[in-house]
């Protein structure tokens, strides 16, 4: 039986409705004449959907393509890593438990930003030439197809791409696997003796019986890391990655235009997380439609 979902707002919607139109308000007012900033919004505009000179894209949507591909496949990454760690806590060897607990303990109680420096200038520098990956990442001049291109970008920053993938992941597993973690935790016992009373195997009990009521569980924790992720992918700026923050950086300096440009580059990281949290929502929605 399904459930009507109410659409009724309650007093603290109203509420916040309320604070967001007096803040809209004020900057109506402010830009009436009281405030010295001068907006340029349909210059700020233009200069956004301005094309290249080679006809391609304007800058600012590489910006954007390149931070839908960043969390692409960082939460890819970031998913599969997580789970494997969740996974490792569970593990009946004390020395994949240990390696679980230990980066997953390391990882959380460094900085962001810190990681990322030590990741990028000291690690990556030195894991491409290891796997042998230098012709294709760095010295690869060879054309690409429309795949590739839609999927990784530019050849030449197939190098930065994976860095800004795997220092984005890394630090998010850490936190999915905590949370794939308190979701086997929170599975009864008595379901693993059950599947183990059908004869299923280990694979065959997470697949049929466990996971699907670990993704139930999960599903609000997982929401929020997926969304934390897309927000700290703007930390990756700070490495040279021409993402969505660091494109917007350079055109609000050199254009002078810093509020409008800024509003915009928010406005896109929100419409990126709304959607993923209506996402989420939906799909929990569903789960507790289908109980």
Sequence with gaps: M????SLRLNRLDWTLLAIIASFVLWLWVKESGSLAYHWQWSRALELLFTRKSDGSLPYFFDGVFSTL???FWGMLFALVFGVLL?????SPLAVIRAISNSYIQLIRNIPPLVFIFIFYFFIANQLVPLFGLESLLREHNGD?????SFLFGSA?????????????GMISAAYIGEVVRSGL????QGQHEAARSLGLSTW?????IIAPQVFKVIIPSLAGQCISLVKDSSIISLISIQELTFVG?????????????WIVVALCYFILCFGLSRLFAYWERDNVVNK
């Design 69 to 71: 591909r960043l969390t």
């Design 249 to 261: 950086t350079e055109i609000a300096n050199s254009s002078g235009m810093i509020f409008e440009i």
């Design 185 to 188: 935790d929170a599975i009864p």
């Design 86 to 90: 969740g996974l490792g806590r569970r």
């Design 156 to 168: 030449n920053l197939w190098e930065n791409l994976i860095a800004g993938v795997l220092c984005i």
């Design 2 to 5: 399904q459930q009507k979902v």
């Design 144 to 148: 690409i197809n429309a795949v590739q």
């Design 204 to 208: 065959d009990r997470y697949r049929y």
